[in-house]
């Protein structure tokens, strides 16, 4: 046996994930190259086929859609908060015929009403 065959580079081979990172225990020790990227080959498809059932159960795990911008609508078209929209409303039209006010008052009063009625409409639709 030559000096060249005991330093071999697929004797021992440590394969490494696409991350990076060494493989735990996976330490493939080879006659030839053939095999030792047979058994690398084989490990690889492995950690596939795990990542494939780990996205697949994320898919069928979805959350469902988020109901909350429905209710929030809902909530500054009622009776409470209608007023403060059309204040609201109001001074957005003074601000486009060019008045240099800001309308972050009225913004936030009008969105203040409309948190307080969805609050329990929202916490009512969770599990």
């Known amino acids: 046996m030559s000096f060249f065959d005991l330093i071999n580079p697929f004797s021992y081979v440590t394969p490494f994930h696409a991350d990076g990172d060494a493989a735990e225990e996976s330490v493939v020790v ?16 492995e950690s596939n086929a ?17 109901k909350a911008p429905l209710i929030k609508e809902g909530c500054g078209e009622t009776l409470a908060c209608k007023s403060l929209k059309h204040h609201y ?15 972050a008052e009225e ?11 969805a609050a ?7 599990k």
Not at 50 to 60: N, S, V
Not at 89 to 103: P, Q, T
Not at 120 to 126: D, E, H, V
Request: charged share 40%.
């Open 50 to 66: 795990d990542e494939e059932e780990t996205e697949t159960e994320k898919e069928e795990e979805e959350e469902a859609e988020d």
């Open 107 to 117: 913004f936030l009063h009008f969105m203040e009403c409309v948190d307080h009625c």
């Open 89 to 103: 409303d109001e001074c957005a039209a003074r601000v486009e015929d060019g008045s240099s006010e800001s309308c």
């Open 30 to 45: 080879a006659a030839d190259a053939v095999e030792a990227a047979a058994v690398v080959i084989e490990q690889i498809e």
């Open 120 to 126: 329990s409409k929202i916490f009512a639709q969770l």
